[in-house]
């Protein structure tokens, strides 16, 4: 099992970036795909971007595709998420997620949550 603390978020203006953080707790981390999803007031959540055990994959959604960047490093349990040219439609809860096997797009793949963490774009 894994625990996620996700931070890094805040309120930033249109254009800028931020750079998300998720610690892992446990000695598993490398074992997990793990995968960014947000969820926006009044609308489902949503994938963001995954990337695969050692790093070397990763996937985006259309809507930050070449925006966003996702990363790992395994020896500090740690997945980022460098998000860069923020739009106010960026503004969401964003969450973390751990998958131990079949891990797509879909959040009910992902067995472990962080809390989340707010990020507010304003125009």
């Known amino acids: 099992q894994v625990q996620l603390e996700e931070s890094g978020g805040g309120l930033v203006q249109a254009g800028g970036s931020l750079r998300l953080s998720c610690a892992a707790s446990g000695r598993t981390f490398s074992t997990y795909r793990m995968g960014w999803f947000r969820q926006a007031p009044g609308k489902e959540r949503e994938f963001v971007a995954r990337?695969?055990?050692?790093?070397?994959?990763?996937n985006y959604a259309d809507s930050v595709k070449g925006r966003f960047t996702i990363s790992r490093d395994n020896a500090k349990n740690t997945v980022y998420l460098q998000m860069s040219s923020l739009k106010p439609e960026d503004t969401a809860i964003y969450y973390c997620?751990?998958?131990?096997?079949?891990?797509?797009?879909?959040?009910?793949?992902?067995?472990?949550w962080g809390q989340g963490t707010q990020v507010t774009v304003s125009s």
């Open positions: 990337i695969s055990l050692g790093g070397g994959a990763t």
């Open positions: 997620a751990g998958c131990r096997s079949l891990c797509t797009t879909n959040s009910y793949d992902y067995n472990y």
